[in-house]
Nanobody, 127 residues
Framework: QLQLVESGGGLVQPGGSLRLSCAASGFPLNTYAIGWFRQAPGKEREGVSCISSYGTTTDYAQSVKGRFRISRDTVKNTVDLQMNNLKPEDTGVYYC????????????????????WGQGTQVTVSS
């Protein structure tokens, strides 16, 4: 069963950068659309970004446009989320999920198209 593992989170000051990675073992990620989501304590899950299979199209939530960039590393078999100019409201646990096609990025309940949610990676933006 496809299981994704997130990494790269940490504590960063406002204005700083982090690069998250979503990895899978034994499954070529480029055949799946991969979405990044985040959830802050007490808040609903939010779709942040998505990249289509083979990376032909990308999508971003309005809240992160111009600051985040999603990309594929086919050598490492990862989908990475480069996050720049981070703000305190970017704080949360970040998760990735696989789909046949990118889902609508929205705030609300979501579930992976394949497999189940992983443990996520914590991103904390604070001075």
């Amino acid at each position: 069963q496809l299981q994704l593992v997130e990494s790269g989170g940490g504590l960063v000051q406002p204005g700083g950068s982090l690069r998250l990675s979503c990895a899978a073992s034994g499954f070529p990620l480029n055949t799946y659309a991969i979405g990044w989501f985040r959830q802050a304590p007490g808040k609903e899950r939010e779709g942040v970004s998505c990249i289509s299979s083979y990376g032909t199209t990308t999508d971003y939530a309005q809240s992160v446009k111009g600051r985040f960039r999603i990309s594929r590393d086919t050598v490492k078999n990862t989908v990475d989320l480069q996050m720049n100019n981070l703000k305190p409201e970017d704080t949360g646990v970040y998760y990735c999920a696989a789909y046949s096609f990118c889902p609508e990025l929205r705030i609300g309940p979501a579930r992976p198209g394949f497999g189940s949610w992983g443990q996520g990676t914590q991103v904390t933006v604070s001075s």
